[in-house]
């Protein structure tokens, strides 16, 4: 998928492209983990579907759930929370790194053939 070592630096063309492709990517699985905690706030923990919209994207973007107080009322609800946050966690480190990649592979590349570059001199 990326150049090795020994390979020229990608053109530009080719890395916005990657850089597409991974957002779009990180996009897909941000509206998969979305669609996951909206499904178990609504059955689970049965909220309304605002509300488990809200709390699952809450939870998503760190700030915490919303109502709280719904996880008290039953164990289920509170399991739910529990593992829903720790995925969350798992996720968003996955998502950023997908994202991030193209990026960090080039400015890690790009110092690498320059430093080829200073050897073969």
Do not use: C
């Not at 499904?39 to 919209?53: M, R, T």
């Amino acid at each position: 998928m990326y150049e090795n070592k020994h390979q020229k630096l990608a053109p530009k063309k080719v890395f916005y492209q990657r850089i597409r492709n991974n957002v779009f990517l990180g996009l897909l699985i941000i509206s998969f983990v979305l669609f996951i905690g909206i499904i178990g706030y609504k059955y689970i923990v049965e909220l309304s579907w605002g509300q488990s919209l809200l709390n699952a994207s809450m939870i998503l973007s760190g700030m915490g759930p919303v109502f709280p107080e719904h996880f008290i009322l039953s164990r289920s609800a509170t399991i739910f929370a529990s593992l829903y946050a720790l995925f969350i966690g798992i996720a968003f480190l996955s998502i950023f790194s997908i994202i991030i990649a193209p990026v960090a592979h080039r400015f890690l590349h790009s110092i690498h053939l320059e430093a080829n570059a200073e050897d073969n001199k």
